[in-house]
Structure formats: C-alpha cells, structure tokens
C-alpha cells in the first residue's frame, strides 16, 4: 500500500525555519520524482519544489533562495528546508510523487502538514 507520509509542519516566527520531511512506501521511491506543492487557504495549490529521480531541482519563483528540496533514496524521504519564512509561506504542505511503473503513469498525494508563519 503505497503511503506518503509529511511531518516537520508547525507555527514559526517570520523569519524562522522548518524542516518537512514526507516518507514514502509502497513504490519504488528512487525512480519517482518527488515534489512539495502547498495550498493556502482560499487559494489553487501550487508547484513549491521538485526533485527529480535524478537529483535534479526547481523551485517557485517565489521560494527561490530559501527553501531546499532534497531527498535520501536510503530511507526514501524527501526534505523541504525552508528557511527566512515569510507570513505568505502560511499554507498545508503536500507531497506528491510521480513516476512509471510497466508503462503506466502513476502519481500520489500525501495528507499534508499545516505550516503556519505569525508573530
């Protein structure tokens, strides 16, 4: 049964830092590409970071120079550090994968975390 399961959420000063962490099981982590979206309430859900099975990254506009995608195909969990947190960064926090198996698409969702960023 496949299981993406966040944790790391929380309430932080602006300006502070969180570390997310998302273990997956069930599917064969190292060849899927792993990604952090977030939602903020009354908002769409929107592309944070992404890692590629190869190790490659991206990131919002946005987050740019403050948050790190990273992953450890060792424990299969992916990592968002997210550092200089800013009000607007206030939003639930979801991991997603996607990837192939035997020529089919496959993509799952975590449950997510809420990261809240006040004074």
């Known amino acids: 049964q496949v299981q993406l399961a966040e944790s790391g959420g929380g309430l932080v000063q602006p300006g502070g830092s969180l570390r997310l962490s998302c273990a997956a099981s069930g599917f064969t982590f190292s060849r899927y590409d792993m990604s952090w979206y977030r939602q903020a309430s009354g908002k769409e859900r929107e592309l944070v970071a992404v890692i590629t099975s190869a190790g490659m990254t991206n990131y919002a506009d946005s987050v740019k120079g403050r948050f790190t995608i990273s992953r450890d195909n060792a424990k299969n969990t992916v990592y968002l550090q997210m550092n200089s947190l800013k009000s607007e960064d206030t939003a639930v926090y979801y991991c997603?994968?996607?990837?192939?198996?035997?020529?089919?698409?496959?993509?799952?969702w975590g449950q997510g975390t809420q990261v809240t960023v006040s004074s």
């Open positions: 997603y994968a996607a990837g192939w198996s035997l020529g089919y698409p496959y993509k799952y």
